[in-house]
């Protein structure tokens, strides 16, 4: 017996792997797992604290906006309602970078935020131009970062980042232009961040 891969089926694929890959995902691994080779648990909960201003606050904020109408769902496909959802989360992003160096984190997780906020905002700055892939840039990017701190061997990951810009594509919310250069944005200024801050 063998498996027929229908346009149904690979587009229900295409949504789970957008849905279940998306940014915040990406956000909680790397706060956790970077945070935990920092200091363990100590880290963790400082990764934890960059993780609410990272993914949950901004996450808070986009179901608020589900709820009362201003956007269609969670990935925010308009470009006007994305620079705004973007805004809003580039500035919870820098206020939980603030904090973090205010209470004396360890600087390795100063600059893992700090490399998130500046991988936000060059997406931001493209984004009133050209809809650039912001699955696509936090992937890239956040497996940019788990490598600079656990090796190379993790870039054994980046397949990973290719299904998730198939995904994009696959579901039109992108071109493959867009994804392309949303990997290469977000992979070039988290690790450039990442090393110069840490």
């Known amino acids: 017996m063998t498996l027929t891969i229908t346009p149904a089926r690979a587009f229900r694929a295409a949504r789970l792997v957008t ?37 949950g606050i901004p996450l808070a904020f986009i179901t608020y906006g589900i709820r009362r109408g201003r956007w269609a769902d969670r990935h925010v496909g308009a470009r006007p309602q994305r620079i705004l959802v973007m805004a809003f989360a580039s500035a919870s992003v820098a206020t939980g970078t603030l904090l973090m160096w205010a209470f004396g984190a360890p600087r390795t997780m100063i600059a893992l935020i700090a490399a ?19 699955h696509a840039g936090v992937s890239c990017g956040s ?40 990997a290469a944005v977000g992979g070039a200024v988290a690790a450039g961040t990442f090393a110069l801050a840490r």
């Open 19 to 55: 849905d279940g890959l998306d940014p915040k995902t990406w956000i909680i691994a790397d706060t956790v797992l970077i945070g935990w080779h920092t200091g363990r648990l100590a880290g963790v909960g400082w990764g934890l604290l960059g993780c609410l201003f990272a993914a």
């Open 143 to 182: 497996v940019a970062l788990l490598a600079m701190t656990y090796g190379a061997w993790v870039l054994l990951a980046c397949p990973v980042v290719a299904v998730v810009g198939w995904s994009r594509v696959r579901l039109r919310d992108h071109t493959l232009a867009q994804v392309l250069a949303g």
């Open 116 to 134: 998130m906020l500046a991988t936000l905002a060059a997406l931001l700055a493209v984004t009133p131009a050209w809809k650039i892939s912001v």
